[in-house]
């Protein structure tokens, strides 16, 4: 998966599968590094965990680090007016229930999941079945 996360007082942490799918968003106040490793844990694999900001503020590097997997931080910040164009082709419904903190790590998930998404979609043509398997070969995550 590929995991957002927005750090501060309120944590918003993100979650889009390898196929750009939502699978779940939540934040809460006050988590740690630890917690917000943790419900990671609860969700499956990490591929890449993303961030809206550039540099990556200090707890989400200690995320990524904590998977040994990749760090996408956009070439800069992401404007409000980019992260709602990222957030456009999302549910309504969902879009309203979400807090600031849980779209702004919506948004970096999704920015990070179109950064890789033809590399992705390649390896999945070529692998099938196999195709976690094979990203993490080619994404050197093994």
């Keep these: 998966?590929?995991?957002?996360?927005?750090?501060?007082?309120?944590?918003?942490?993100?979650?889009?599968?390898?196929?750009?799918s939502i699978v779940d968003v939540?934040?809460?106040?006050?988590?740690?590094v630890a917690d917000v490793?943790?419900?990671?844990?609860?969700?499956?694999q990490a591929f890449a965990i993303?961030?809206?900001?550039?540099?990556?503020?200090?707890?989400?590097?200690?995320?990524?680090?904590?998977?040994?997997?990749?760090?996408?931080e956009?070439?800069?910040?992401?404007?409000v007016a980019e992260k709602n164009e990222l957030l456009k082709s999302i549910d309504v419904e969902l879009r309203r229930?979400?807090?600031?903190?849980?779209?702004?790590?919506l948004a970096?998930?999704?920015?990070?999941f179109n950064h890789y998404s033809a590399k992705l979609r390649n390896i999945k043509k070529r692998t099938g079945k196999r195709f976690e398997e094979?990203?993490?070969k080619a994404f050197r995550l093994e």
């Design 74 to 79: 956009p070439e800069e910040h992401l404007s």
């Design 134 to 136: 094979e990203v993490r």
């Design 50 to 72: 993303a961030t809206d900001r550039n540099p990556a503020p200090r707890p989400v590097r200690k995320v990524a680090a904590a998977f040994k997997c990749f760090l996408y």
């Design 108 to 112: 970096a998930a999704l920015k990070a």
């Design 26 to 32: 939540l934040s809460g106040k006050g988590l740690s």
């Design 1 to 20: 998966m590929i995991i957002g996360v927005d750090p501060g007082a309120t944590v918003g942490v993100a979650f889009v599968d390898l196929d750009g």
């Design 97 to 105: 229930r979400l807090n600031n903190h849980e779209k702004d790590a």
């Design 37 to 44: 490793v943790f419900e990671i844990q609860q969700h499956g």
